[in-house]
T-cell receptor, first 114, second 118 residues
Framework: LAKTTQPISMDSYEGQEVNITCSHN???????ITWYQQFPSQGPRFIIQ???TKVTNEVASLFIPADRKSSTLSLPRVSLSDTAVYYC???????????????FGKGTKLSVKP | DSGVTQTPKHLITATGQRVTLRCSPR?????VYWYQQSLDQGLQFLIQ???????AKGNILERFSAQQFPDLHSELNLSSLELGDSALYFC?????????????????FGPGTRLTVL
């Protein structure tokens, strides 16, 4: 199982860049890495997904080194509304009859201060 | 609004009881996932259905069961409820096809059902 490890919490100030790293040492060859954002009492929301190197969209960038054993979510110029829990997700295939299991880490609670 | 609906929003019941949570996926999505989120835990994957068939199974207790109906809505049944079952239960949907890795599909989460067992 591709278990993930993230920092429990991070603090930042408005306007700063925030980098959250996720470790996934047992990632499988065909696994993608996906990040979700969750506000209190709401369902998680997709942020970004990648397989290797770098992916960028309008809200974030995702950096994945060559060995793919970790990934870093980068949030440019955060604002107060970015205060949330951020989850790194790496899945396991259920090919060959083995049971799949979607492993969300416990998430990183990001607090953005004015 | 993700397009995924869940009912009820809140549910309060007693230990030993049985409840049913309902989820309607986004229009066109064939996969439904169920997750449990307790106060001090992250998201725990329970089970996935694709087009009516069980596709992947996580840490789902034997007291819990789920199904996906021909109209693609899904129900999660929780029986012999215990205090520890109190949690937020989320449903998510995606357009996953059976030969793709489940983690590659963006999941759209519903607003959740908050279950309180007294």
């Amino acid at each position: 199982l591709a278990k993930t490890t993230q920092p429990i919490s991070m603090d930042s100030y408005e306007g700063q860049e925030v980098n959250i790293t996720c470790s996934h040492n047992n990632i499988a060859t065909n696994d993608y890495i996906t990040w979700y954002q969750q506000f209190p009492s709401q369902g998680p929301r997709f942020i970004i997904q990648g397989y290797k190197t770098k992916v960028t969209n309008e809200v974030a960038s995702l950096f994945i080194p060559a060995d793919r054993k970790s990934s870093t979510l980068s949030l440019p110029r955060v604002s107060l509304s970015d205060t949330a829990v951020y989850y790194c997700l790496v899945g396991v295939s259920n090919y060959g009859g083995s049971q799949g299991n979607l492993i969300f880490g416990k998430g990183t609670k990001l607090s953005v201060k004015p | 609004d993700s397009g995924v609906t869940q009912t009820p929003k809140h549910l309060i019941t007693a230990t030993g009881q049985r409840v049913t949570l309902r989820c309607s996926p986004r229009s066109g999505d064939l996969s439904v996932y169920w997750y449990q989120q307790s106060l001090d835990q992250g998201l725990q994957f329970l089970i996935q259905y694709y087009n009516g068939e069980e596709r992947a199974k996580g840490n789902i207790l034997e007291r819990f069961s789920a199904q996906q109906f021909p109209d693609l809505h899904s129900e999660l049944n929780l029986s012999s409820l215990e205090l520890g079952d109190s949690a937020l239960y989320f449903c998510a949907s995606s357009g996953a096809v059976p030969d793709r890795r489940i983690a590659t599909d963006t999941q759209y989460f519903g607003p959740g059902t908050r279950l309180t067992v007294l």
